[in-house]
């Protein structure tokens, strides 16, 4: 629990200038059959072939043993895969049959809408807690449905599904959307009601993409109900709910819109408040709550994803998040053309028409509203002209967070706490591109499991700052430790031998300073954008006095940093590279990284070069062979400079 906080009353404001409210018009149901055979014919096959092959495929069996594995092993990947293997057939089915009408998919969708409803909870067993972090229950709550991300994706999901197929379901039987609409009163309106879930906001507990994306949902559900489900002034308290939360949620941002959580996490984050936004704005036409999309901070968050854009696929990543991302898609799309950001706008189409034709169509995708919108934009996005409009050097204040470049090098370095949301231990930290392939790495995280958000969080060890590009402090028995660090990541971090990082907002950089240009004054040997900072207090260990640290990039020329140290421990640095790194014989320290570049050390002598094989499958995501970590032992004199070019 935090201080109490007010919130910025940006989305409430704008809600509370409305009036009249209209009826939800961003999907066209299975009845407008016009608009479905406008739609492009490459589109219209892929989506009927994703149709058939859903068809063919059987559904998932999911036993009581399945969603009880987590609370005996901590595993949850295979419970998942049963659980969202659904969801995406249901999707490919359904939209086959809106393209195609003739009620060859019916069946089949009818089997998986009534699996989907027999089962004893949606909630997955890792979110299974009525409380914050608190120990998730062993067995589905049945009585007391929890909505956590996907109870409301799974009420979205069916609630749109009978949005669309209502004309034939009722043709069928009235008592198909009875029964839905009954299980979405049991599991998402009355919990929602009733109920306040941490999600939604207090003022004093800190808000994530959980916030955004459950009431995006939430909103989906009540939204496409058919007219006299509710009275205006219940969808008008839906409204004001949802204004509420989203207002908690934007308390998080600084006005510049950087995303603690990292580039993939915008996905579940900025987007999903884009989709509670338009939802809005769509039942309030003519009201002029559209207009928060010209709002500084709304547009920033849009923007926050281009910023963080490396090349193709590959975005500049910091704590859980991958450096490999999913395609942009039809929200981004539509987000970029809403805020009036051209850049977006372009970088989404163009991004969208590198994917594959699977991935145009969203086949891993469980919410059936990005898939008709995709489909609705598809044609739109296919031919949206490529803009000349260049990504910009960045740096976002409120989390610390540089983003620079030039012809050939991406730099992004990192100041901050160690409070972000999916947060590592990596204040201080630093990852650089060159030509578009990673030279120095941030890892990432592996495959979720109980462990990941638990207590035990830091002993995993893409989460220790050891892992990161920052310095481990080590002392007594120096010799040994060196050669034994990181071979066991657990036993490290209880070490009182070996000082990394803590989490928690207290442990954060101090004097932080960012200069663009060499007009604002140089830091010391700077020439371009420089963040400077002393990342001591990210440690808090007596012995470590003093730790500065300055990254820039002196553009069309290479990369520089320097350390500044004062204390009684021994620095080690770690660099992590992808490329193997070899020492270059000669007097100096110069290590060649495979064949992208080098790094010449001034100041520190080279311990040891190890290697690490990636074989967790979300690590290999981005990293398809093994890492390296360079350890280098800063010298007496506590000064430590890296040329990289």
């Known amino acids: 629990m935090g201080k109490e906080i007010s919130p910025r009353h940006l989305v409430w404001d704008y809600l509370q200038k409305t009036r009249s409210l209209c009826a939800f018009s961003l999907c066209p149901d299975i009845s407008k059959e016009k608009e479905y055979k406008a739609l492009s014919s490459e589109l219209k096959d892929e989506l009927l072939a994703e149709g058939e092959r859903a068809k063919a495929s059987p559904w998932s069996v999911i036993l009581l043993s399945d969603y009880l594995e987590f609370s005996k092993n901590g595993n949850r990947v295979r419970f998942e895969e049963l659980y969202f293997s659904r969801r995406r057939k249901l999707c490919s089915l359904v939209m086959a049959e809106c393209v195609e009408n003739e009620g060859r998919f019916l069946e089949d969708i009818l089997d998986g809408i009534y699996l989907i409803l027999e089962e004893s909870a949606w909630c997955l067993p890792a979110h299974n807690t009525h409380i914050r972090d608190a120990k998730q229950q062993e067995y589905p709550d049945v009585l007391h449905p929890i909505i956590d991300l996907f109870a409301a994706e799974t009420g979205a999901l ?14 069928k039987s009235p008592d198909i959307s009875r029964l839905i609409n009954n299980k979405l009163e049991e599991r998402i309106f009355k919990p929602y009601k009733e109920e306040h879930f941490w999600w939604m906001g207090d003022g ?3 808000m994530c993409n959980w916030t955004p994306w459950c009431t995006q949902n939430v909103l989906l559900c009540a939204l496409t109900r058919p007219e006299g489900y509710f009275t205006e002034k219940e969808i008008r308290k839906y409204l004001e709910s949802a204004a509420k939360s989203l207002d908690f949620f934007l308390d998080e941002y600084g006005d510049d819109g950087c995303c603690n959580e990292g580039a993939q996490y915008y996905s579940h984050a900025g987007l999903c408040l884009f989709g509670a936004l338009y939802l809005m704005s769509d039942v309030l036409k003519g009201t002029g709550f559209e207009k928060i999309f010209e709002e500084k901070l709304i547009r920033n968050i849009a923007s926050y994803i281009v910023r963080m ?5 590959i975005y500049v990543n910091f704590a859980d998040c991958a450096a490999v991302c999913s395609r942009r898609t039809a929200r981004e799309f539509l987000f970029g053309k809403l805020c009036k950001e051209e850049a977006l706008t372009s970088f989404a189409a163009e991004d969208f028409r590198k994917d594959s034709m699977g991935g145009r169509v969203l086949t891993d995708e469980i919410n059936l509203f990005y898939h008709v919108l995709q489909a609705f934009s598809y044609e739109q996005m296919m031919t949206y002209p490529k803009s000349k409009t260049l990504c910009s050097d960045a740096f976002f204040e409120s989390t610390g967070l540089m983003v620079c470049r030039d012809d050939r090098f991406v730099l992004a370095a990192k100041a901050g706490n160690n409070a972000d949301s999916h947060n590592h231990n990596d204040v201080g930290s630093f990852t650089i591109y060159k030509d578009g392939r990673p030279f120095i790495i941030d890892l990432g995280v592996g495959t979720y499991t109980r462990k990941t958000f638990s207590e035990k969080r830091y002993e995993l060890w893409t989460m220790q700052s050891q892992f990161h590009n920052v310095p481990t402090f080590i002392k007594n028995d120096t010799e040994m430790i060196m050669g034994l660090l990181g071979k066991d990541a657990a036993g490290d971090y209880h070490d009182s031998n070996i000082l990394m990082q803590r989490d928690g907002k207290e442990y954060a950089a101090e004097n932080v300073i960012f200069k663009e240009k060499t007009d604002e004054g140089p830091i010391e040997e700077f020439r371009g954008p420089v963040l400077s900072m002393d990342i001591a207090g990210a440690y808090k260990g007596p012995l470590v006095k003093r730790y500065k640290r300055s990254v820039g990039l002196d553009k069309g020329k290479g990369i520089r940093v320097i350390d500044e140290y004062e204390g009684e421990m021994t620095a080690l640095l770690t660099l992590m590279t992808y490329e193997k790194p070899k020492r270059v014989q000669g007097d100096r320290l110069l290590l060649k990284i495979g064949d992208l570049g080098e790094v010449l050390v001034t100041g520190g002598e080279l311990v040891e070069i190890q ?30 400079k890296l040329e990289i070019s």
């Open 158 to 171: 069916l609630a749109v599904a009978e949005y669309l197929l209502r004309s034939v379901l009722e043709k």
């Open 204 to 206: 004093k507990q800190s």
């Open 309 to 313: 854009n490396v090349t193709d696929n």
């Open 611 to 640: 290697t690490y094989k990636v074989e967790d499958e979300r690590l290999r995501i981005s990293w398809k062979h093994e890492v390296y970590r360079v350890l280098i032992r800063l010298g007496d004199e506590g000064k430590l």
